[in-house]
Protein backbone atom coordinates (compact mmCIF):
# COMPACT_ATOMS: atom_id res chain seq x y z
CA UNK A 1 0.00 0.00 0.00
CA UNK A 2 1.68 3.28 -1.28
CA UNK A 3 1.35 6.03 1.31
CA UNK A 4 -0.60 10.00 0.28
CA UNK A 5 0.37 12.91 2.22
CA UNK A 6 -0.35 16.39 2.18
CA UNK A 7 1.74 19.67 2.40
CA UNK A 8 -0.16 22.49 3.04
CA UNK A 9 3.02 25.36 2.39
CA UNK A 10 5.91 25.34 0.30
CA UNK A 11 7.33 26.78 4.04
CA UNK A 12 7.43 23.38 5.57
CA UNK A 13 7.93 21.16 2.35
CA UNK A 14 11.98 20.47 3.95
CA UNK A 15 9.93 18.95 6.79
CA UNK A 16 8.86 15.93 4.53
CA UNK A 17 11.10 13.25 3.47
CA UNK A 18 10.41 13.26 -0.92
CA UNK A 19 13.38 10.46 -1.30
CA UNK A 20 11.57 8.06 -3.54
CA UNK A 21 8.41 10.20 -3.81
CA UNK A 22 6.31 11.45 -6.69
CA UNK A 23 5.93 15.15 -5.55
CA UNK A 24 2.63 17.04 -7.43
CA UNK A 25 2.49 20.14 -7.19
CA UNK A 26 -1.05 22.40 -7.00
CA UNK A 27 -1.43 25.93 -7.08
CA UNK A 28 -4.95 26.02 -8.48
CA UNK A 29 -5.44 29.31 -8.63
CA UNK A 30 -3.47 30.08 -10.57
CA UNK A 31 -0.12 28.68 -11.44
CA UNK A 32 -0.52 24.75 -12.21
CA UNK A 33 -3.89 25.20 -13.70
CA UNK A 34 -2.44 27.64 -15.92
CA UNK A 35 -0.01 25.53 -17.10
CA UNK A 36 -2.11 22.89 -17.77
CA UNK A 37 -3.86 24.62 -20.07
CA UNK A 38 -0.29 26.01 -21.74
CA UNK A 39 0.05 22.13 -22.21
CA UNK A 40 -3.43 21.85 -23.38
CA UNK A 41 -2.76 24.78 -25.96
CA UNK A 42 0.44 23.23 -27.26
CA UNK A 43 3.22 24.98 -25.65
CA UNK A 44 6.10 23.19 -25.95
CA UNK A 45 8.16 23.27 -22.81
CA UNK A 46 7.86 25.85 -19.47
CA UNK A 47 10.85 26.76 -17.63
CA UNK A 48 9.90 28.00 -13.79
CA UNK A 49 12.10 30.37 -12.52
CA UNK A 50 11.96 31.89 -8.78
CA UNK A 51 12.34 35.50 -9.08
CA UNK A 52 12.04 38.63 -11.21
CA UNK A 53 15.57 39.35 -12.37
CA UNK A 54 15.67 35.33 -13.78
CA UNK A 55 12.78 36.22 -16.03
CA UNK A 56 13.66 39.35 -17.17
CA UNK A 57 16.70 37.64 -18.15
CA UNK A 58 15.31 35.37 -20.51
CA UNK A 59 13.34 38.09 -21.95
CA UNK A 60 16.34 39.59 -23.03
CA UNK A 61 17.64 36.43 -24.75
CA UNK A 62 14.35 36.92 -26.56
CA UNK A 63 11.83 34.18 -24.60
CA UNK A 64 8.10 34.73 -23.85
CA UNK A 65 7.56 35.10 -20.60
CA UNK A 66 5.06 34.80 -18.30
CA UNK A 67 5.51 36.55 -14.85
CA UNK A 68 3.13 37.85 -12.08
CA UNK A 69 3.69 38.98 -8.88
CA UNK A 70 0.28 39.37 -6.31
CA UNK A 71 -1.83 38.62 -9.16
CA UNK A 72 -0.35 41.56 -11.69
CA UNK A 73 1.50 41.15 -14.67
CA UNK A 74 4.81 42.15 -14.69
CA UNK A 75 5.74 45.38 -16.68
CA UNK A 76 8.62 43.43 -18.66
CA UNK A 77 6.44 40.24 -18.87
CA UNK A 78 4.51 39.37 -22.48
CA UNK A 79 1.81 37.64 -20.28
CA UNK A 80 0.27 37.78 -16.90
CA UNK A 81 -1.30 34.97 -15.11
CA UNK A 82 -4.85 34.19 -16.88
CA UNK A 83 -5.05 30.82 -18.12
CA UNK A 84 -7.40 33.13 -20.95
CA UNK A 85 -4.72 34.22 -22.58
CA UNK A 86 -2.89 30.99 -23.29
CA UNK A 87 -4.88 29.69 -26.81
CA UNK A 88 -3.05 27.48 -29.46
CA UNK A 89 -2.37 31.31 -31.38
CA UNK A 90 -0.37 32.36 -28.42
CA UNK A 91 1.70 29.57 -26.94
CA UNK A 92 1.46 26.95 -29.74
CA UNK A 93 5.00 25.17 -30.56
CA UNK A 94 6.75 27.74 -28.25
CA UNK A 95 8.66 27.66 -24.95
CA UNK A 96 7.37 29.90 -22.28
CA UNK A 97 9.53 31.02 -19.36
CA UNK A 98 6.97 31.38 -16.30
CA UNK A 99 7.71 32.90 -12.90
CA UNK A 100 4.30 33.49 -10.29
CA UNK A 101 4.37 34.60 -6.63
CA UNK A 102 3.79 30.84 -5.36
CA UNK A 103 3.93 28.43 -8.04
CA UNK A 104 6.99 28.25 -9.87
CA UNK A 105 8.53 28.09 -6.30
CA UNK A 106 7.27 25.02 -5.21
CA UNK A 107 7.61 23.49 -8.47
CA UNK A 108 11.27 24.29 -7.90
CA UNK A 109 11.37 23.08 -4.29
CA UNK A 110 11.00 19.81 -5.51
CA UNK A 111 13.66 19.04 -7.55
CA UNK A 112 15.01 15.58 -5.24
CA UNK A 113 11.64 14.22 -5.16
CA UNK A 114 11.32 11.23 -7.44
CA UNK A 115 9.52 12.89 -9.76
CA UNK A 116 7.57 16.44 -9.98
CA UNK A 117 4.09 16.50 -11.36
CA UNK A 118 1.89 19.27 -11.98
CA UNK A 119 -1.65 18.66 -10.85
CA UNK A 120 -5.09 20.79 -11.09
CA UNK A 121 -8.55 20.12 -11.09
CA UNK A 122 -8.29 20.72 -15.52
CA UNK A 123 -5.97 17.26 -15.14
CA UNK A 124 -6.90 15.06 -12.08
CA UNK A 125 -7.88 12.06 -13.89
CA UNK A 126 -4.69 12.05 -15.71
CA UNK A 127 -2.38 12.67 -12.85
CA UNK A 128 -4.49 9.85 -10.62
CA UNK A 129 -4.43 7.32 -13.39
CA UNK A 130 -0.26 8.30 -13.58
CA UNK A 131 -0.24 7.86 -10.01
CA UNK A 132 -1.77 4.50 -9.92
CA UNK A 133 0.33 3.26 -12.34
CA UNK A 134 3.64 4.58 -10.97
CA UNK A 135 2.45 2.47 -7.44
CA UNK A 136 5.03 4.82 -5.45
CA UNK A 137 4.52 7.39 -2.30
CA UNK A 138 2.71 10.79 -2.97
CA UNK A 139 3.60 13.96 -1.60
CA UNK A 140 0.89 16.64 -2.87
CA UNK A 141 2.74 20.12 -2.18
CA UNK A 142 -0.07 23.17 -2.14
CA UNK A 143 1.87 26.17 -2.83
CA UNK A 144 -0.35 28.20 -0.73
CA UNK A 145 -0.15 31.81 -0.34
CA UNK A 146 3.02 33.62 0.60
CA UNK A 147 4.07 30.62 2.50
CA UNK A 148 0.66 30.43 4.06
CA UNK A 149 -2.13 27.83 3.75
CA UNK A 150 -4.16 28.32 1.00
CA UNK A 151 -7.97 26.44 1.26
CA UNK A 152 -8.18 26.33 -2.74
CA UNK A 153 -4.89 23.96 -2.69
CA UNK A 154 -5.97 22.31 0.25
CA UNK A 155 -9.57 21.55 -1.57
CA UNK A 156 -7.35 20.18 -4.34
CA UNK A 157 -5.51 17.81 -1.97
CA UNK A 158 -8.39 16.44 -0.53
CA UNK A 159 -10.11 15.71 -3.86
CA UNK A 160 -6.77 14.00 -5.55
CA UNK A 161 -6.10 12.36 -1.81
CA UNK A 162 -9.77 10.97 -1.93
CA UNK A 163 -9.37 9.45 -5.14
CA UNK A 164 -6.21 7.67 -4.70
CA UNK A 165 -6.86 6.19 -1.14
CA UNK A 166 -10.26 4.98 -3.31
CA UNK A 167 -8.57 2.81 -5.10
CA UNK A 168 -7.26 0.67 -2.80
CA UNK A 169 -3.98 1.48 -3.74
CA UNK A 170 -2.93 3.93 -0.96
CA UNK A 171 -3.71 4.81 2.54
CA UNK A 172 -2.43 7.98 4.80
CA UNK A 173 -1.78 8.62 8.21
CA UNK A 174 -1.52 12.25 7.55
CA UNK A 175 -3.44 15.05 9.45
CA UNK A 176 -3.29 17.41 6.45
CA UNK A 177 -4.51 14.75 4.11
CA UNK A 178 -7.29 13.36 6.20
CA UNK A 179 -8.25 17.37 6.53
CA UNK A 180 -8.04 18.37 3.15
CA UNK A 181 -10.58 15.16 2.73
CA UNK A 182 -12.89 16.15 5.46
CA UNK A 183 -12.79 20.02 3.53
CA UNK A 184 -13.40 18.35 0.00
CA UNK A 185 -16.41 16.30 1.09
CA UNK A 186 -17.76 19.69 2.94
CA UNK A 187 -17.23 21.74 -0.35
CA UNK A 188 -17.86 19.01 -3.10
CA UNK A 189 -21.43 19.10 -3.44
CA UNK A 190 -21.95 22.96 -3.42
CA UNK A 191 -18.51 24.12 -4.50
CA UNK A 192 -19.32 27.31 -6.02
CA UNK A 193 -21.19 28.37 -2.59
CA UNK A 194 -18.18 26.84 -0.33
CA UNK A 195 -15.49 28.88 -2.79
CA UNK A 196 -16.99 32.28 -1.53
CA UNK A 197 -14.62 32.00 1.79
CA UNK A 198 -11.24 31.40 0.08
CA UNK A 199 -9.19 34.43 0.26
CA UNK A 200 -7.38 34.61 -3.30
CA UNK A 201 -10.90 34.64 -4.70
CA UNK A 202 -11.05 37.81 -2.96
CA UNK A 203 -7.88 39.29 -3.86
CA UNK A 204 -8.51 38.13 -7.71
CA UNK A 205 -11.82 39.57 -7.56
CA UNK A 206 -10.31 43.13 -6.48
CA UNK A 207 -8.04 42.92 -9.64
CA UNK A 208 -10.72 42.37 -11.86
CA UNK A 209 -9.23 38.89 -12.28
CA UNK A 210 -11.89 36.34 -10.52
CA UNK A 211 -13.67 35.46 -14.00
CA UNK A 212 -11.00 32.56 -13.96
CA UNK A 213 -12.87 30.55 -10.89
CA UNK A 214 -15.20 28.46 -12.75
CA UNK A 215 -12.76 27.33 -15.12
CA UNK A 216 -10.03 26.62 -12.32
CA UNK A 217 -12.31 23.99 -10.63
CA UNK A 218 -13.27 22.17 -13.58
CA UNK A 219 -12.75 18.87 -13.86
CA UNK A 220 -10.47 16.96 -16.68
CA UNK A 221 -10.64 19.87 -18.91
CA UNK A 222 -7.22 18.36 -20.20
CA UNK A 223 -5.33 14.70 -20.16
CA UNK A 224 -1.80 16.44 -20.30
CA UNK A 225 0.44 15.53 -17.68
CA UNK A 226 3.52 17.76 -17.07
CA UNK A 227 6.46 16.40 -15.31
CA UNK A 228 9.65 18.30 -13.99
CA UNK A 229 12.52 17.18 -16.38
CA UNK A 230 15.60 18.74 -15.00
CA UNK A 231 14.61 22.87 -15.37
CA UNK A 232 11.68 22.36 -17.83
CA UNK A 233 8.30 21.35 -17.58
CA UNK A 234 7.22 18.97 -20.36
CA UNK A 235 4.21 17.28 -20.83
CA UNK A 236 3.95 13.64 -20.87
CA UNK A 237 1.14 12.44 -23.46
CA UNK A 238 -1.83 9.93 -21.66
CA UNK A 239 -2.07 6.58 -22.94
CA UNK B 1 -13.93 44.64 14.32
CA UNK B 2 -10.56 42.71 15.49
CA UNK B 3 -9.16 40.05 12.89
CA UNK B 4 -8.79 36.47 14.00
CA UNK B 5 -5.87 34.06 12.11
CA UNK B 6 -4.74 31.21 12.52
CA UNK B 7 -1.09 29.49 11.72
CA UNK B 8 -0.86 25.99 11.06
CA UNK B 9 3.08 25.35 12.03
CA UNK B 10 5.29 27.20 13.56
CA UNK B 11 7.52 27.23 10.74
CA UNK B 12 5.10 29.22 8.84
CA UNK B 13 5.08 31.53 11.79
CA UNK B 14 7.69 34.21 10.26
CA UNK B 15 5.43 34.84 7.11
CA UNK B 16 2.44 36.03 9.32
CA UNK B 17 2.97 40.07 10.82
CA UNK B 18 2.51 39.53 14.49
CA UNK B 19 2.88 43.31 15.45
CA UNK B 20 0.17 44.42 18.13
CA UNK B 21 -1.48 41.02 17.94
CA UNK B 22 -2.09 39.17 20.64
CA UNK B 23 -0.63 34.92 19.87
CA UNK B 24 -2.29 32.30 21.40
CA UNK B 25 -0.01 29.31 21.00
CA UNK B 26 -1.98 25.96 20.92
CA UNK B 27 0.01 22.34 21.48
CA UNK B 28 -2.92 20.50 22.83
CA UNK B 29 -1.26 16.66 22.66
CA UNK B 30 0.35 17.90 25.11
CA UNK B 31 1.99 20.74 25.59
CA UNK B 32 -0.73 23.84 26.30
CA UNK B 33 -2.73 20.95 28.41
CA UNK B 34 0.22 20.58 30.17
CA UNK B 35 0.75 24.31 30.87
CA UNK B 36 -2.77 24.92 31.92
CA UNK B 37 -2.79 21.60 34.45
CA UNK B 38 0.57 23.05 36.17
CA UNK B 39 -0.71 26.43 36.86
CA UNK B 40 -4.34 25.11 37.36
CA UNK B 41 -2.23 22.96 40.67
CA UNK B 42 -0.23 25.79 41.49
CA UNK B 43 3.09 25.89 39.77
CA UNK B 44 4.08 29.78 40.34
CA UNK B 45 6.15 29.69 36.83
CA UNK B 46 7.37 28.09 33.79
CA UNK B 47 10.14 28.48 31.71
CA UNK B 48 9.90 27.66 28.07
CA UNK B 49 13.51 26.11 26.65
CA UNK B 50 13.76 24.88 23.40
CA UNK B 51 16.88 22.93 23.34
CA UNK B 52 17.92 20.25 25.84
CA UNK B 53 20.99 21.36 26.81
CA UNK B 54 19.36 24.68 27.94
CA UNK B 55 17.35 22.31 29.60
CA UNK B 56 19.76 19.90 31.26
CA UNK B 57 22.05 23.04 32.41
CA UNK B 58 18.73 24.46 34.44
CA UNK B 59 18.73 20.88 35.83
CA UNK B 60 22.22 21.00 37.23
CA UNK B 61 21.57 24.47 38.68
CA UNK B 62 19.12 22.77 41.07
CA UNK B 63 15.82 23.40 39.03
CA UNK B 64 12.60 21.08 38.39
CA UNK B 65 12.84 20.18 34.68
CA UNK B 66 9.98 18.87 32.19
CA UNK B 67 11.83 17.60 29.48
CA UNK B 68 10.63 15.32 26.38
CA UNK B 69 11.38 14.62 23.00
CA UNK B 70 8.81 12.39 20.56
CA UNK B 71 6.37 11.57 24.11
CA UNK B 72 9.82 10.30 26.03
CA UNK B 73 10.89 11.47 29.20
CA UNK B 74 14.67 12.84 28.86
CA UNK B 75 16.81 10.75 31.32
CA UNK B 76 18.06 13.82 33.23
CA UNK B 77 14.37 15.09 33.80
CA UNK B 78 12.16 14.93 36.59
CA UNK B 79 9.31 14.74 34.87
CA UNK B 80 7.64 13.46 31.30
CA UNK B 81 4.87 15.41 29.59
CA UNK B 82 1.43 14.13 30.76
CA UNK B 83 -0.53 16.26 32.87
CA UNK B 84 -1.23 13.75 35.06
CA UNK B 85 2.10 13.66 36.71
CA UNK B 86 1.47 17.93 38.16
CA UNK B 87 -0.35 17.31 41.38
CA UNK B 88 -0.39 20.48 43.93
CA UNK B 89 1.98 17.93 45.81
CA UNK B 90 4.30 17.66 43.11
CA UNK B 91 4.56 21.26 41.26
CA UNK B 92 2.63 23.32 44.17
CA UNK B 93 4.70 26.75 44.86
CA UNK B 94 7.21 25.70 42.39
CA UNK B 95 9.32 26.82 38.87
CA UNK B 96 9.17 24.79 36.53
CA UNK B 97 12.13 24.36 33.42
CA UNK B 98 9.47 23.32 30.16
CA UNK B 99 11.04 21.65 27.57
CA UNK B 100 9.50 19.86 24.35
CA UNK B 101 9.27 18.98 20.96
CA UNK B 102 7.22 21.22 19.41
CA UNK B 103 5.29 23.16 22.23
CA UNK B 104 7.91 25.49 23.67
CA UNK B 105 9.90 26.13 20.29
CA UNK B 106 6.16 27.75 19.73
CA UNK B 107 5.82 29.36 23.00
CA UNK B 108 9.19 31.23 22.83
CA UNK B 109 8.73 32.02 18.69
CA UNK B 110 5.83 34.43 19.85
CA UNK B 111 8.05 37.22 21.88
CA UNK B 112 7.97 39.68 19.58
CA UNK B 113 3.95 39.53 19.71
CA UNK B 114 2.17 42.48 21.89
CA UNK B 115 1.11 39.30 24.24
CA UNK B 116 1.91 35.39 24.04
CA UNK B 117 -1.04 33.71 25.85
CA UNK B 118 -1.26 29.73 26.22
CA UNK B 119 -4.63 28.23 25.20
CA UNK B 120 -5.86 24.61 25.61
CA UNK B 121 -9.04 23.06 25.49
CA UNK B 122 -8.57 22.87 29.39
CA UNK B 123 -8.70 26.74 29.48
CA UNK B 124 -10.97 27.61 26.47
CA UNK B 125 -13.30 30.59 27.76
CA UNK B 126 -10.87 32.08 29.89
CA UNK B 127 -8.82 32.71 26.91
CA UNK B 128 -11.92 33.97 25.16
CA UNK B 129 -13.03 35.76 27.39
CA UNK B 130 -9.28 37.90 27.94
CA UNK B 131 -9.68 37.79 24.02
CA UNK B 132 -12.47 39.69 24.14
CA UNK B 133 -11.61 42.03 26.49
CA UNK B 134 -8.40 43.11 25.19
CA UNK B 135 -9.61 43.86 21.46
CA UNK B 136 -6.50 43.29 19.87
CA UNK B 137 -6.18 41.17 16.79
CA UNK B 138 -5.78 37.52 17.35
CA UNK B 139 -2.88 35.07 15.68
CA UNK B 140 -3.88 31.44 16.81
CA UNK B 141 -0.49 29.64 16.38
CA UNK B 142 -0.90 25.67 16.15
CA UNK B 143 2.46 24.08 17.64
CA UNK B 144 2.07 21.09 14.76
CA UNK B 145 4.10 17.93 14.85
CA UNK B 146 7.60 19.04 13.65
CA UNK B 147 6.97 21.63 11.73
CA UNK B 148 3.98 20.11 10.22
CA UNK B 149 0.33 20.47 10.27
CA UNK B 150 -1.47 18.74 13.31
CA UNK B 151 -4.96 18.09 13.16
CA UNK B 152 -5.58 18.32 17.01
CA UNK B 153 -4.71 21.66 17.10
CA UNK B 154 -6.48 22.83 14.52
CA UNK B 155 -9.48 21.79 16.02
CA UNK B 156 -8.14 23.91 19.08
CA UNK B 157 -8.18 27.02 16.75
CA UNK B 158 -11.45 26.41 15.11
CA UNK B 159 -13.37 26.22 18.09
CA UNK B 160 -11.54 29.25 19.59
CA UNK B 161 -11.79 30.97 16.08
CA UNK B 162 -15.58 30.35 16.03
CA UNK B 163 -16.32 31.65 19.70
CA UNK B 164 -14.60 34.70 18.92
CA UNK B 165 -16.36 35.21 15.76
CA UNK B 166 -20.13 34.51 17.36
CA UNK B 167 -19.18 37.41 20.13
CA UNK B 168 -19.15 39.64 16.76
CA UNK B 169 -16.02 41.41 18.10
CA UNK B 170 -14.06 39.42 15.68
CA UNK B 171 -14.00 38.66 11.82
CA UNK B 172 -11.82 36.61 9.52
CA UNK B 173 -10.59 36.69 6.02
CA UNK B 174 -7.98 33.95 6.66
CA UNK B 175 -8.35 30.51 5.10
CA UNK B 176 -6.28 28.74 7.80
CA UNK B 177 -9.19 30.24 10.28
CA UNK B 178 -12.38 29.39 8.04
CA UNK B 179 -10.79 25.62 7.33
CA UNK B 180 -10.10 25.30 11.25
CA UNK B 181 -13.82 26.52 11.96
CA UNK B 182 -15.08 24.03 8.95
CA UNK B 183 -13.11 21.05 10.71
CA UNK B 184 -14.49 22.06 14.38
CA UNK B 185 -18.16 22.07 12.91
CA UNK B 186 -17.39 18.56 11.52
CA UNK B 187 -15.31 17.11 14.52
CA UNK B 188 -17.39 18.64 17.59
CA UNK B 189 -20.46 16.54 17.83
CA UNK B 190 -18.41 13.22 18.05
CA UNK B 191 -15.54 14.00 19.10
CA UNK B 192 -13.99 10.76 20.40
CA UNK B 193 -15.14 9.29 16.90
CA UNK B 194 -13.18 12.09 14.97
CA UNK B 195 -9.96 11.82 17.14
CA UNK B 196 -9.57 8.65 15.77
CA UNK B 197 -8.11 10.12 12.67
CA UNK B 198 -5.35 11.81 14.56
CA UNK B 199 -1.81 10.93 13.90
CA UNK B 200 -0.46 11.63 17.03
CA UNK B 201 -3.34 9.73 19.54
CA UNK B 202 -1.21 6.97 17.47
CA UNK B 203 1.76 7.81 18.31
CA UNK B 204 0.71 8.17 22.07
CA UNK B 205 -0.91 4.89 22.06
CA UNK B 206 2.69 2.69 20.62
CA UNK B 207 3.82 4.51 24.23
CA UNK B 208 1.09 4.29 26.06
CA UNK B 209 0.75 7.61 26.85
CA UNK B 210 -2.93 7.92 24.87
CA UNK B 211 -4.55 7.81 28.12
CA UNK B 212 -4.74 12.06 28.11
CA UNK B 213 -7.04 12.16 24.90
CA UNK B 214 -10.41 12.33 26.91
CA UNK B 215 -8.70 14.59 29.24
CA UNK B 216 -6.57 16.78 26.73
CA UNK B 217 -10.56 17.98 25.12
CA UNK B 218 -12.52 18.50 28.02
CA UNK B 219 -13.49 22.30 28.01
CA UNK B 220 -12.58 24.55 31.28
CA UNK B 221 -11.33 22.32 33.65
CA UNK B 222 -9.38 25.64 35.22
CA UNK B 223 -10.01 29.35 34.50
CA UNK B 224 -5.83 30.21 34.37
CA UNK B 225 -4.51 31.74 31.96
CA UNK B 226 -0.64 31.49 31.55
CA UNK B 227 0.93 34.31 29.69
CA UNK B 228 4.53 35.11 28.60
CA UNK B 229 6.81 37.48 31.13
CA UNK B 230 9.91 37.97 29.89
CA UNK B 231 11.08 34.59 29.28
CA UNK B 232 8.70 32.79 31.95
CA UNK B 233 5.41 32.00 31.77
CA UNK B 234 3.29 33.36 34.76
CA UNK B 235 -0.82 32.95 35.27
CA UNK B 236 -2.95 35.66 35.19
CA UNK B 237 -5.56 36.12 37.75
CA UNK B 238 -9.07 35.17 36.10
CA UNK B 239 -11.69 38.43 36.89
Known sequence: MNQVEVAFSPTIFNHYDIDNKIVVVADILRATSVICTMFKNGVTEIIPVRNIEEARAYKEKGYLVVAERNGQKLDFADFGNSPFYFTPETIGGKIVVYSTTNGTNAITMGKDANQVIIGSFLNISSVINYLVDKSHDVLIMCAGWKGKFSLEDALF???????????????????????????????????????????????????????????????????????????RLKAISPK
Chains 1, 2 share one sequence.
Open 157 to 231: AGALSKALISTNKFSTICDSANASMDLWNLAKDDLANYLEKVAQRHRLKKMGLDDVIGYCFTPDVTDVLPVLVGD
